[in-house]
């Protein structure tokens, strides 16, 4: 069975960095391409991140590029946001995600970024 466990949110404050994990069992992971999706209050899912299977092809939405970065660890089966330089428009809940459109995700974890 898919599980993606996704852990690390908290209360930031604008400006500050945060690192999101995601640990992934009940699928080979080390061949799936990973997504970060989120979701702000009132809004829709929104795509952020992508990460190939190997690591190397890196993808971001313009709303994060330059202040988020994803990696990952084919051993641990785990996937990690990095979020630098957070701003109020980033409080969402965060998902981690086997498909672009998230429709395998997680039960998210929140990010709440106030003063």
């Known amino acids: 069975q898919v599980q993606l466990v996704e852990s690390g949110g908290a209360l930031v404050q604008p400006g500050g960095s945060l690192r999101l994990s995601c640990a992934a069992s009940?699928?080979?992971?080390?061949?799936?391409?990973m997504y970060w999706l989120r979701q702000a209050p009132g809004k829709g899912l929104q795509w952020i991140a992508s990460?190939?299977?190997?690591?190397?092809?890196?993808n971001y939405a313009r709303s994060v590029k330059g202040r988020f970065t994803v990696s990952r660890d084919n051993a641990k089966k785990t996937v990690y946001l990095q979020m630098d330089d957070v701003n109020l428009d980033d409080t969402a809940v965060y998902y981690c995600a086997r498909d672009q459109s998230g429709f395998v995700r997680g039960q998210g974890t929140r990010v709440t970024v106030s003063s």
């Open positions: 990460i190939d299977a190997g690591g190397d092809g890196l």
């Open positions: 009940g699928f080979h992971f080390s061949v799936y391409s």
